[in-house]
């Protein structure tokens, strides 16, 4: 299976800039997503490998065969040989399952035989074997879905794209089809770029993710890089819930840091690379605030502080509450309820990420996971 390499892609409609220069290399065999909010040019950038979209500049290679490069060469999208799945799942209605799944293979004049034995492989591979003979309007929604995956395997694809693939879908099904998807990928090995605005999906599907924001990269990295070490504080805020606080570097010997941050006491000594002093804005995640139970038999670190509890909430599996450092809202959350009324809690230095103003304008860190 190939790997794939967009180089420099810039595409402009009319005035508006869709993509800007993006560069991505997605591995054999992985599963990359693109994540980013709506309007960001993901769908744009799927397009582009697809062949549906020409871009104004820059290049795709698919391994070692260039299928665009600006001015020079553009091969059209059915020789491309990309495994094509949208949110619509555009399914002929009109043709059994079988059919459907079949037709890619009798475009490309696959003797029946041989189509006939592939359609029934990839249908038990999309658990849809059973149904065969059915028509779109008798399945589900997800069922719907599946056909539209087992159609892009039909013809093994060098690339399987999917964009938004389970958007249509209620919250459990796409939960589960997520969870299919990956052990289906796995199986087949087909290197996938997926397209979503859904970080829960990105993070739970994804070897490898690309955080876009108007049509730039901002950050490549593993779903655990993205969140636990967010190259700025666009990624940060959009992957995951972000507490973001002002704070003031008043020491930095290129190691640690140490940080006035308004609301607490003491100053805190964090991990940080950057000699810079002044103010930045720190950021720390809700799971990551330690509460502080138990009052006088538990050590304190000196980072604590005590303030009222604004807003709780009871989410099932985890509780919510909302207080207020330095007049910020910041939210908490534990597995185990806390005290009402109060809360004491201390900010882990471990867990704090800190940015510069300036942070977001220097492309080449976007790729490499900030530490
Ligand atoms: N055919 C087009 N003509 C004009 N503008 C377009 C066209 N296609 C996309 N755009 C614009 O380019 C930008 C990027 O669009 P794109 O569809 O790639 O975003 P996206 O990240 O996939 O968003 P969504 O999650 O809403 O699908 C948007 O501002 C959009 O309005």
């Keep these: 299976m190939p790997s794939l390499q967009l180089n420099k892609l810039t595409k402009q409609f009319a005035e508006h800039t869709a993509l800007h220069e993006v560069s991505l290399t997605v591995r054999d065999g992985e599963i990359f997503t693109l994540l980013g909010p709506s309007g960001c040019g993901k769908s744009t950038t799927l397009w ?32 491309r040989n990309c495994g094509v799945v949208f949110q619509s799942y555009a399914i002929w209605p009109h043709l059994s399952v079988a059919a459907n799944v079949g037709y890619p ?8 035989a041989e189509r006939d034995r592939r359609v029934r492989e990839v249908l038990e591979l999309v658990e849809l074997g059973r149904h065969a003979d059915r028509y779109p309007h008798e399945l589900s929604g997800g069922q719907q879905q599946r056909v539209a995956l087992a159609r892009a395997l039909a013809h093994p694809p060098d690339l399987l794209l999917l964009d938004e ?21 796995s199986q087949v090995g087909v290197t996938t770029v997926f397209v979503t605005h859904d970080q829960d999906e990105a993070l739970s599907v994804s070897d490898r993710v ?3 924001d108007q049509g730039k990269v901002r950050q490549v990295g593993t779903p655990t890089e993205i969140y636990e070490h967010p190259a700025d504080l666009f990624v940060a805020d959009f992957v995951g819930t972000a507490n973001i606080l002002a704070a003031t570097v008043v020491e930095a010997d290129g190691a640690h840091a140490v940080l006035r941050v308004d609301g607490v ?31 006088g038999d538990v050590r304190r670190p000196h980072h604590t502080l005590t303030a009222k509890v604004d807003n709780q909430a009871y989410l099932g599996d985890h509780y919510r509450y909302t ?49």
């Design 105 to 112: 293979l009798k475009l490309r004049k696959t003797p029946k």
């Design 48 to 79: 582009s490998i697809a062949g549906l979209h020409r871009p104004d500049s820059g290049s795709i290679a698919f391994g070692d065969r260039v299928v665009f490069d600006h001015g020079h060469v553009n091969i059209e999208p059915e020789h």
């Design 165 to 185: 693939p389970f958007s249509n879908l209620d919250a459990k099904l796409r939960d589960r089809s997520r969870q299919w998807l990956k052990t289906l990928q």
């Design 323 to 371: 207080i207020r450092i330095g007049g910020t809202p910041v939210i908490v959350t534990t597995t185990r309820p806390a005290a009402t009324g109060e809360l004491t809690v201390s900010l882990p230095p471990d867990d704090i990420r800190v940015f510069h103003e300036e942070a977001d304008s220097n492309e080449e860190n976007h790729h490499a996971p900030v530490h």
């Design 265 to 295: 006491g003491e100053p805190l000594k964090v991990p940080h690379t950057d000699r810079r002093l002044g103010p930045v804005r720190i950021c720390i995640r809700p799971e990551n605030i330690e509460i502080q139970r138990g009052g």
């Design 210 to 212: 690309a955080v876009m």
